[in-house]
């Protein structure tokens, strides 16, 4: 089982205080990607900044996404559905004592797609503690990105070259999807 997950996708990262011009390039190809995953089951599951005043990286990065502030919210152009699942993160990665991993050993998930900010360090966090937990990664490239482009370029490259990540596409993955819910109706 594979789920997409959604990395700081929120107000303060695409409009606010961290503003990534770069990040309205993969807005639409991360819309398309989730509504593919729900028509498949493929969980859905949006991890985002919720941090406190006292939290290591306030001092580096300034306030953003500080918890319950409208910039932490999710972006409305990829406002969360009933059956997916939310959760707050206070550092880099997805995995640090968010609950992540029991969610994903729970819905039975092997392989992980990474999507959202920023290429170069929450997707990279994010990879290192699902690489040390054993599961597959896939990042397609169109629905991450960095501050700039060789943050970007060398972000995806570390992925793939650290953590064997599968570098491939949205239009990719929605293919796959797609080849195995044939398959599955042709059977029966
Ligand atoms: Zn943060």
Not at 19 to 35: D, F, Q, V, Y
Not at 56 to 83: F, N, Q, R, V, Y
Not at 103 to 127: F, M, P, Q, W, Y
Request: glycine share 6%.
């Amino acid at each position: 089982m594979e789920a997409v997950l959604v990395i700081d996708m929120l107000k303060d990262f695409v409009y606010g205080s961290l503003k990534c011009e770069r990040a309205h390039r993969i807005i639409p190809n991360i819309k398309k990607l989730l509504e593919e995953a729900r028509k498949h089951n493929i969980p859905v599951i949006y991890i985002g900044d919720a941090h406190l005043p006292t939290d290591p990286e306030i001092s580096l990065w300034g306030p953003h996404a500080m918890k319950g502030t409208e910039g932490a919210k999710i972006i409305d152009e990829l406002a969360p559905t009933e059956k997916d699942y939310i959760l707050e993160k206070r550092t880099y990665s997805g995995f640090h004592e968010t609950g992540l991993d029991l969610l994903l050993r729970s819905l039975n998930v092997k392989t992980v797609i990474i999507t959202g900010l920023h290429t170069n360090i929450c997707d990279r966090h994010t990879a290192a503690d699902a690489y040390f937990r054993g599961y597959k990664i896939k990042v397609p490239e169109d629905c991450v990105d960095s501050f700039t482009e060789q943050d970007h370029i060398e972000g995806l490259e570390y992925l793939k070259r650290i953590y064997g990540a599968e570098i491939t596409t949205s239009n990719k993955i929605i293919e796959s999807w797609k080849k195995a819910h044939q398959l599955i109706t042709t059977k029966s």
